[in-house]
Structure formats: structure tokens, C-alpha cells
């Protein structure tokens, strides 16, 4: 319901950071609940709202993800998770500078989106029969871990510089 109300003062002020929060909040609730559907609708116009706020529409594709996820549609999932970590990366050291709580946003909402695309990547490497395409994937999610401990090692340091400094 607050969502809701949320919403409709946000189109009333024309506002589509507000707009795609309360749709994405919403899908979120829907998503908990398992109503995919609507998850997905409300998903996808957060999305449509977020194209020009980047700090924002990695979540909502991060989401997109989870939902394709849940319903079985490791391709779908596939493609956005990388979409949400194309969109995450230029922006993940701004998401958690001067925060106070930059470890708990790390680890709540940049940290799942990598495990995600790895966890995606394996279960397609466990159906697939193509060997050269099976040890593909299981590169591509090793690569993803190890995209995710560079970044936890630039997040503790505080420094991107860090690991070029070896």
C-alpha cells in the first residue's frame, strides 16, 4: 500500500528515480511473494524508468535476473546478470564511498549480483553436454569470483589502485 502511494506521488511530480524505486519495490514484494508476473511487469517498467540513473538500474536488472532465475530461465538470467554487472561496475566504488555502513552495501547489494551470475553459470555448465562449452562456462565463472575478490579487495582498501601496485 505504501508502495502504492508512493508511486502515484511520483508520477504526480514527474520524478523517475521515485517512480522506478516504488515499481522495483514493489516487483521486490511480488517477487517474495512469488507472484512472478506482476514481479516481472513491475521489474521491467523500473528498468524502462532507470535508463538514465545508473546508480539504480543494476538493482532492478539484478532483480529481472533473480525472477528469470526463479522461473527457470537460466538464458533470460543469464543475460541479466551480465546486463546488471555491466551496469555495476563503473559505478561500484561510488556506491559505497563515504558511506558509513560500505561493508553492509557491499555485501548486501554488490556482492549477490557476482555470486548470482556465477551460481547461473553453473548450473548451465551442469546440463550442458558440449564439453568445450561446459569448461567455457566454469571460466566465466571462475573469472566472476575472481572479479568479485578484486573488488572486495578495492572495497577493504579503499584504493582501485591497489592490485596494480603488485
Same mark, same amino acid.
Given at each position: 500500500?505504501?508502495?502504492?502511494?508512493?508511486?502515484?506521488?511520483?508520477?504526480?511530480?514527474?520524478?523517475?528515480?521515485?517512480?522506478?524505486?516504488?515499481?522495483?519495490?514493489?516487483?521486490?514484494?511480488?517477487?517474495?511473494?512469488?507472484?512472478?508476473?506482476?514481479?516481472?511487469?513491475?521489474?521491467?517498467?523500473?528498468?524502462?524508468?532507470?535508463?538514465?540513473?545508473?546508480?539504480?538500474?543494476?538493482? +532492478?536488472? +539484478?532483480?529481472?535476473?533473480?525472477?528469470?532465475?526463479?522461473?527457470?530461465?537460466?538464458?533470460?538470467?543469464?543475460?541479466?546478470?551480465?546486463?546488471?554487472?555491466?551496469?555495476?561496475?563503473?559505478?561500484?566504488?561510488?556506491?559505497?564511498?563515504?558511506?558509513?555502513?560500505?561493508?553492509?552495501?557491499?555485501?548486501?547489494?554488490?556482492?549477490?549480483?557476482?555470486?548470482?551470475?556465477?551460481?547461473?553459470?553453473?548450473?548451465?555448465?551442469?546440463?550442458?553436454?558440449?564439453?568445450?562449452?561446459?569448461?567455457?562456462?566454469?571460466?566465466?565463472?571462475?573469472?566472476?569470483?575472481?572479479?568479485?575478490?578484486?573488488?572486495?579487495?578495492?572495497?577493504?582498501?579503499?584504493?582501485?589502485?591497489?592490485?596494480?601496485?603488485?
Amino acid at each position: 500500500q505504501i508502495f502504492t502511494q508512493v508511486l502515484q506521488l511520483a508520477k504526480q511530480y514527474q520524478n523517475k528515480r521515485l517512480m522506478s524505486y516504488a515499481k522495483g519495490f514493489l516487483g521486490q514484494l511480488y517477487e517474495q511473494e512469488q507472484r512472478y508476473s506482476e514481479a516481472t511487469q513491475l521489474t521491467r517498467e523500473a528498468i524502462f524508468l532507470a535508463q538514465e540513473i545508473p546508480d539504480i538500474l543494476y538493482l +532492478w536488472e +539484478w532483480q529481472q535476473a533473480r525472477l528469470l532465475q526463479a522461473q527457470k530461465n537460466l538464458e533470460g538470467a543469464l543475460i541479466a546478470y551480465q546486463e546488471a554487472l555491466d551496469d555495476l561496475q563503473p559505478i561500484r566504488t561510488e556506491l559505497t564511498t563515504g558511506l558509513r555502513n560500505a561493508r553492509e552495501v557491499f555485501y548486501e547489494r554488490i556482492r549477490p549480483v557476482y555470486y548470482g551470475f556465477a551460481d547461473i553459470l553453473l548450473q548451465q555448465a551442469t546440463i550442458e553436454s558440449n564439453s568445450s562449452r561446459k569448461t567455457e562456462l566454469l571460466n566465466q565463472a571462475r573469472a566472476a569470483i575472481e572479479q568479485l575478490k578484486t573488488a572486495e579487495l578495492q572495497d577493504y582498501f579503499q584504493d582501485e589502485c591497489v592490485l596494480l601496485q603488485t
